[in-house]
């Protein structure tokens, strides 16, 4: 098969063989050829340059990754339908695996792929001995062709031309120094195109400078002069099994600039086998893509971004239960740093039992590894050759490969977790068990968790997971509703705010009707460009997502282990904190003092009261109470069994009512929610209101007897809920038509807490029998 191709190479690193291979590929690009990049070794950073300069993806060719057979149908298969195929190569021309007699070299691929080889000096500070240099090179090998030499950082003139005339090699280009063509570097070498918003200028210089400095036909006419290739182009069809499900599982495959390294080839077999790869960002996706099956999370640079990584909690908290759910996941090096409990003491998914940070000395190795068990990906005594390059480490390590004697990584039947890299090209088998086990997996139901509420988890079950009170509306309450509707006037919220008055015995500058609390979170967000902004968890989401949505940067602070608040957890820059009080979902009832002891100057601290209605005597809250500062918000809808009717109020400093009142959308109050308002603040409503207080204590009484004489722990509530330590249980109350409330979506809750709403006994009975039948079987 014909392919024009060229090599280049260099004596050693530094030389500049990415200039020059990436400006080439550029300038040839610009020049109307089709082009493909190609780069000797593992090295994920160089394609990524060269992919932007030729517009395909970057490919490696690399004998010990892949085996020596599959090189030239690797370099067929990414040079299909190209005109010249440029191969950047891998330290100095001869320097391959230590120990091996250069195997996996530059010389071992131009010779594998009969390439001819253009060598790129770097001239600063030499001079004639440049061509002693470039004649030893040439002559090393016969086997090698090195037909021509690029100088590199040429200075002088007068040098240049002394060097030229030393040199028995064509003399292909001289391209001067440019300061604005330095790649900035870092721990593990070059930082990525994708972590630079200035890489496609860069690229675009390096292509105008080599057309201007070098011989394009020359190094064309190099390219022409390779032989054909025997052999045929790598087919991913030809190496994998397609599954016959008909379905196409979503491989979920971490992308963006935090994970930058990953072999196109992975994809391409992937999809091969019946899978749809769909990128997604760690640093800017909230959730896993859409019915993800199967997870790759390949390399990257997590250490440099950890900090933006952590703060993205919501994404980090769905990973972690699409993970422990089952869904098959692969991490490679900077995937296990993402999945393990904490990277340089920043919280990360906390999948793997381990927590990793910087190290003083970089590990780079190119082993051979053997399989120590039965994963996802392997069979035990399995052997696969693949690379490691990082500077972390692991406190605690795993047992998934024996390398070099020693065990590392972790593997179990749905997670394949090390720092190794493995070119699934060369082990395809490893691809088509990862692809049959995303086929077998139960699709992730990615759910935005701050978004996710007890509603959409009912669908036609007994419904314990909503918070609405479950027995009729006042009749009172029914017909202020039905009058308001006949109304054709639109709604004035100063009625809403004359009962509020007298309902809290405050002025009317200290009231704001609102359409239920999800509107006052909303104007709370808006209020003030937040710096510092606290979120007290676990809690009702809504005020915390209102907070992003907004563009401000939320800080969780997470309550003690009985998730009461420590006040000292609250960071003194903290200019705005949000707290519920009785807290959702925990029921726990914070003593007003506490809260009170959060004001400070220049601080607004916001009380979630929705659910203080369900407390006798409201004991605790602070919606009559008069500081500096303080904002109280509550809801009617639970506990008048209103939801379709938003209705709510604010109560707080007159300033900062003022304030909230001055962002609200006229008419966003709506008649139904006046109305509301207006019957439910008023003396027939308070008798009504306390009985339903007591009701909710008679049911909760019920409901936590049952979960004590059953063993299940249960947080003491003040709400008309409980948060128990279900576990497993709560899926098999699903399995049984009950739906409780998952709390996993709350931050600082995992997977084994559930909320579950308050019922009438008999209602309750049904749902403690369900849990007697899960403890006999």
């Not at 040079?79 to 010249?84: K, L, N, T, Y």
């Not at 899978?275 to 640093?283: A, E, G, I, R, S």
């Not at 978004?451 to 419904?463: C, I, N, P, Y």
């Amino acid at each position: 098969m014909s392919l024009p191709r060229l090599v280049v190479a260099a004596p050693s690193t530094g030389q500049g063989k990415t200039t020059i291979a990436t400006g080439l590929l550029a300038a040839l690009r610009a020049a109307g050829h089709e082009v493909s990049g190609h780069k000797v070794g593992p090295d994920y950073i160089d394609p990524g340059y060269h992919a932007l300069a030729s517009g395909r993806p970057g490919r490696n060719l690399d004998p010990h990754l892949v085996g020596e057979e599959r090189i030239v149908p690797l370099l067929l298969h990414g040079a299909a339908g190209a005109d010249v195929a440029v191969i950047e190569g891998v330290m100095g021309l001869f320097d391959g695996r230590l120990g091996t007699g250069g195997f996996s070299s530059t010389a071992h691929v131009a010779r594998l792929t009969a390439s001819p080889v253009v060598l790129v000096l770097d001239i600063a500070g030499q001079s004639r001995s440049v061509a002693a240099i470039a004649a030893g090179m040439a002559a090393y090998d016969p086997s090698i062709d090195v037909v021509g030499v690029v100088l590199n950082g040429a200075r002088s003139d007068r040098n240049t031309e002394e060097i030229r005339g030393a040199l028995d090699l064509p003399v292909i280009g001289m391209l001067p120094r440019d300061e604005q063509l330095a790649t900035p570097s870092r721990h593990l070498g070059l930082v990525t195109a994708a972590e630079r918003e200035e890489s496609v200028a860069m690229v675009a210089r390096l292509g105008e400078q080599v057309a201007k400095y070098l011989d394009l036909e020359a190094l064309l006419a190099v390219a022409r002069s390779a032989p054909d290739l025997e052999g045929e182009a790598w087919d991913p069809t030809a190496e994998i099994r397609r599954s016959t499900s008909g379905q196409r599982p979503v491989v979920a495959v971490a992308g963006g600039r935090a994970f930058t390294f990953r072999y196109p080839e992975t994809e391409e077999l992937l999809a091969a086998a019946g899978c749809q790869v769909v990128t997604f960002d760690p640093l800017l996706d909230r959730t896993l893509p859409a019915g993800t099956g199967g997870i790759y999370l390949g390399g990257g640079f997590p250490e440099v971004y950890a900090a933006e990584l952590a703060a993205n909690r919501p994404l980090l908290d769905d990973l972690a239960r699409a993970v422990r759910a089952g869904v098959p996941t692969v991490a490679e090096c900077a995937g296990l740093l993402y999945l393990a409990e904490t990277l340089d003491g920043v919280p990360m998914a906390g999948v793997l039992p381990t927590a990793a940070a910087m190290a003083q000395r970089l590990t780079l190795r190119y082993p051979t590894a053997t399989a120590t068990t039965d994963s996802l990906l392997t069979r035990v005594g399995e052997e696969v050759t693949g690379h490691e390059f990082h500077k972390t480490s692991v406190d605690r390590d795993g047992t998934a490969w024996d390398i070099d004697g020693h065990a590392t990584g972790f593997a179990i039947d749905t997670i394949h977790a090390s720092y190794l890299h493995v070119h699934w090209a060369g082990h395809p088998q490893l691809a088509q068990r990862f692809a049959d086990a995303a086929h077998a997996a139960t699709p992730h139901d990615s759910i935005d968790p701050l978004r996710h509420h007890g509603d959409t988890e009912v669908d036609g079950l007994l419904d314990f997971a909503v918070n609405v009170f479950p027995e009729p509306r006042p009749a009172w309450l029914d017909r202020a509703l039905h009058e308001s509707l006949e109304s054709a006037a639109y709604p004035d919220a100063r009625l809403a705010t004359t009962a509020l008055e007298r309902h809290l015995s405050r002025d009317g500058a200290d009231v704001l009707p609102t359409a239920g609390a999800a509107e006052a979170f909303t104007l709370v967000a808006r209020l003030r460009d937040w710096q510092h902004p606290v979120v007290v968890h676990p809690q009702f989401t809504e005020p915390h997502a209102a907070l992003e949505q907004a563009g401000h940067r939320v800080h969780p602070v997470v309550c003690r282990p009985d998730f009461t608040l420590d006040p000292d957890a609250v960071p003194d820059e903290a200019d705005l904190v949000v707290i519920g009080n009785p807290t959702n979902p925990t029921g726990v009832l914070h003593p007003a003092t506490v809260i009170e002891g959060l004001l400070r100057p220049g601080r607004v601290v916001v009380v979630d009261e929705a659910f203080m209605d369900a407390v006798p005597g409201e004991a605790e809250s602070l919606v009559r109470a008069r500081h500096d500062g303080l904002v109280v918000v509550r809801s009617l809808t639970k506990h008048w069994s209103i939801p379709g009717v938003r209705a709510g109020y604010v109560a707080g400093d007159p300033t900062l009512v003022r304030d909230l009142a001055r962002l609200q959308t006229p008419w966003s109050v709506a008649g139904t929610a006046v109305a509301a308002i207006v019957a439910c603040t008023s003396e027939d409503a308070a008798a009504e209101s306390e009985g339903r207080a007591r009701a909710i204590g008679r049911w909760r009484d019920h409901l936590v007897a049952g979960l004590g004489e059953r063993g299940i722990e249960h947080v003491p509530s003040s709400a008309p809920f409980v948060l128990a330590r279900l576990g497993a249980d709560r899926l098999f109350l699903r399995e049984q038509g009950i739906a409780v409330r998952r709390c996993d979506t709350f931050p600082g809750l995992d997977p084994t807490w559930a909320r579950i709403a308050v019922r009438p006994e008999p209602t309750t009975d049904l749902l403690l029998a369900a849990l007697d039948r899960r403890t006999r079987l």
